[in-house]
């Protein structure tokens, strides 16, 4: 669940043009003066703007904060808090249907990343759909910088897109990027945004920008990071681009298995007609069955998965037989969930 404090009902009912989104988690010492520069930067700006502020479940006076900063900088903060933590998916996805701009750009609260490259972000966004900051002199531990370079060189190599940060907080987006992505923003999977933008036919690129050591807290990432990044990358790869083709992916496993299960079949069959007898290899006729059993499973699960696919690309309809010849065909339609674990709203 989550509250959202609203601005006047004037300011409520102008047209936005930039929103910028920040999910921060007990942050309560950086926001003023992150909220300050910000201030600073967008009064310098010809476009309508808003801060937009996501307390993820903070268990300091993070939200106090944020009220005190939305009664100075009235009418230009806003605020949504969650009532606990939801993890920073969650956080950017409440941000994307919060925000009222048709530009949204994201950063994070801990003073990090630089308000000032906000307008060439803005410029690189001209022709482009989203621009991801590359923070290409990182002030971080070499302890997160080396696991960052594995991690990104990995996810452009699997990707397709050649970027250098898939990491950056700092992004701008186009609001139909923005909205596009909320079936993926559940989990850790809101880092491969630009991944999945590029798979949707959206223009990607990067922009360098500064970075700054932390000020104030620690990190809310640990060790475990890289290795929950590279499972997701697995699982973020298989459900945008084979989410259509299930059987492209299970339906080849499945041959491949059962074609190398069929020749050792072939070969176990040759020696016993050849010599009478299996000459030991029964281990190998083992193999040989099991490696045919997974190929029909699994050749099984992509018929399955085109049979769903097939169904999704209708709408979920299925159709109902009429009970007389008066009455006509209708339809059940079954609406898609919410994204997994994103907090349902009360204003």
């Known amino acids: 669940m989550l509250e959202v404090s ?3 009902t004037s300011r409520a009912q ?6 910028i989104v920040v999910p921060v988690f007990n942050e309560a010492e950086s926001l003023p003066a992150l909220c300050q520069k910000l201030d600073e930067v967008l009064s310098g700006l010809t476009l309508v703007s808003e801060i937009l502020f996501v307390d993820d479940g903070s268990t300091d006076d993070t939200f106090d904060v944020i009220t005190r900063l939305a009664h100075q900088y009235d009418p230009r903060v806003r605020a949504v808090r969650f009532r606990r933590n939801y993890r ?3 956080a950017l996805a409440a941000g994307f249907q919060e925000a009222r701009g048709e530009i949204i750009v994201t950063m994070d609260g801990d003073l990090q990343d630089d308000p000032e490259e906000i307008p060439n972000l803005l410029k690189a966004l001209e022709d482009k759909d989203l621009v991801s900051g590359w923070k290409k002199e990182r002030k971080d531990p070499l302890s997160k910088r080396l696991p960052s370079k594995l991690f990104n060189l990995v996810t452009s190599i699997v990707s397709g897109v050649r970027l250098h940060d898939f990491n950056c907080g700092l992004k701008a987006y186009r609001r139909e990027v923005a909205e596009d992505s909320l079936p993926y923003l559940y989990g850790e999977l809101y880092r491969y945004l630009p991944a999945i933008a590029h798979w949707s036919g959206y223009r990607v690129s990067e922009l360098p920008v500064r970075h700054y050591p932390r000020q104030y807290g620690h990190s809310k990432f640990g060790s475990k990071r890289l290795l929950h990044g590279l499972l997701d990358l697995m699982s973020i ?3 945008v681009r084979f989410m259509t083709t299930p059987m492209h992916v299970f339906g080849t496993l499945g041959l491949l298995c059962g074609f190398a299960g069929g020749g050792i079949g072939t070969y176990i069959t040759y020696l016993w007609l050849q010599t009478g007898t299996i000459q030991h290899r029964q281990p190998l006729l083992m193999l040989g069955m099991l490696l045919i059993i997974v190929g029909i499973q699994l050749f099984s699960t992509g018929l399955l998965g085109d049979m769903l696919a097939s ?3 209708r709408g979920g309809s299925v159709g109902i037989c009429p009970t007389s010849s008066k009455t006509r065909s209708s339809t059940i339609t079954r609406r898609g969930a ?6 349902s709203f009360r204003r």
């Not at 102008?14 to 929103?19: F, I, P, S, Y």
């Not at 919410?338 to 907090?343: I, L």
């Open 311 to 313: 169904m999704h690309q």
């Open 14 to 19: 102008q047209e936005v043009d930039l929103t």
């Open 88 to 90: 920073k998916a969650a």
């Open 6 to 8: 609203q601005a006047d």
């Open 237 to 239: 790869t298989f459900v």
């Open 338 to 343: 919410r994204p997994r674990d994103a907090p």
